[in-house]
């Protein structure tokens, strides 16, 4: 009997001890593997594996495993991810003020550097931003580096070489900038640049420097235009329920290492690929071509009307897209 009881007692014990597990968060984009934001959401990962002692992982799906860049907001939204780096310009109108960071020209007065906009974006995002991401929790927001113009003849030196050239495009805001500058935009996939140039389809495109080098295009570009003209801003969002879900605990440690710290250090790395970037189409002969000044005044003049009518757009809607520009700006 008193062998039996222990056993009893034991069985009790064990049934009654917590379980632990690791819950796997499948974590959607459609950049490559090799891209930042790839490589971001590994290390991110890594951290939240282990501060959450292994209950937390994350299984990436890159390259639009999942879905192509218009889908990604809505695998997260709809639960068939957990997470999703969202391209706001991606699906046009959708975002209407998350795009508002994207506008041409138009930087915080203390620089376009992506370590300050990823973290000011970041920091706004509660107040501006979660209307328009509903169904999901915004984790932090990133900011690229204002994108270049990149062609693959034309010396852009002059210009006016743009009237008439067709230029790769995301978003309704680029849409706009280009064709502004007399050019023809054309939607083309990130991943499908490389040959649409080689084959001619277009003649150019807009990527910030790291996207060239990830996408591996300088061998079908001939020449750049510095600075770049407009940003793209991106969301990591996390399913609300997938959120909710999750302990008190792990709730706080995921906002804990999406805090506009982290924001600001996935923007810092932004920086430091653009400056890699660079080096890559410089190393293959791509010709870097400075704007002038006046050239940038004169841009600047023709892009005032898409910043008016952006901005417009959105307070007629009834949100506060004058409010949120200047607080982005300041």
């Known amino acids: 009997m008193t062998f039996m009881r222990s056993l009893c007692v034991a069985a009790l014990a064990l049934a009654a001890a917590p379980a632990t597990y690791a819950q796997t968060l499948k974590a959607t984009t459609f950049l490559p593997p090799n891209h930042v934001f790839s490589q971001m959401l590994m290390q991110w990962g890594q951290e939240l594996e282990a501060k959450s002692n292994g209950a937390l992982k994350i299984e990436l799906f890159p390259s639009s495993q999942l879905g192509p860049a218009p889908r990604q907001f809505d ?21 209407p003020m998350t795009e508002l960071a994207g506008l041409p020209l138009t930087f915080p007065s203390t620089g376009s550097e992506s370590a300050i906009t990823s973290r000011r974006l970041t920091e706004l995002a509660p107040d501006y931003l979660a209307e328009e991401f509903k169904g999901t929790h915004i984790l ?18 002059d210009l006016s070489v743009f009237k008439g050239l067709r230029i790769r495009y995301a978003g309704t805001i680029w849409q706009q900038v280009i064709e502004a500058m007399g050019a023809s935009p054309v939607p083309v996939g990130p ?60 709730r706080k440690l995921l906002d804990d290492i999406s805090d506009p710290d982290h924001a600001e250090a996935v923007g810092r790395t932004l920086d430091e690929n653009e400056a890699e970037g660079r080096a890559y189409m410089t190393d293959a002969g791509v010709q870097m071509v400075q704007l002038s000044d006046a050239q940038l005044s004169d841009l600047k003049e023709e892009f005032a009307p898409i910043v008016d009518a952006q901005v417009k757009a959105v307070d007629d809607a009834g949100r506060p897209g004058s409010a949120f520009l200047a607080a982005y700006t300041k």
Request: hydrophobic letters at 45%; aromatic letters at 8%.
């Open 191 to 250: 991943a499908e640049t490389g040959d649409a140039l080689s084959k001619r389809v277009v003649d150019g495109t807009a990527f910030p420097f790291e996207a060239t080098e990830s996408f591996d295009l300088a061998p079908v570009l001939k020449y750049s235009i510095e600075p770049g003209l407009a940003s793209a801003a991106f969301a990591i969002v996390i399913n609300q329920k997938t959120y909710d879900g999750l302990s008190p605990d792990l």
């Open 75 to 95: 695998l997260a939204r709809t639960g068939a991810a957990d997470i999703a780096v969202v391209l706001g310009g991606a699906t046009p109108g959708r975002f």
């Open 140 to 157: 932090m927001m990133a900011v690229t580096p204002p994108l270049k113009l990149h062609l693959a003849s034309k010396d852009p030196s």
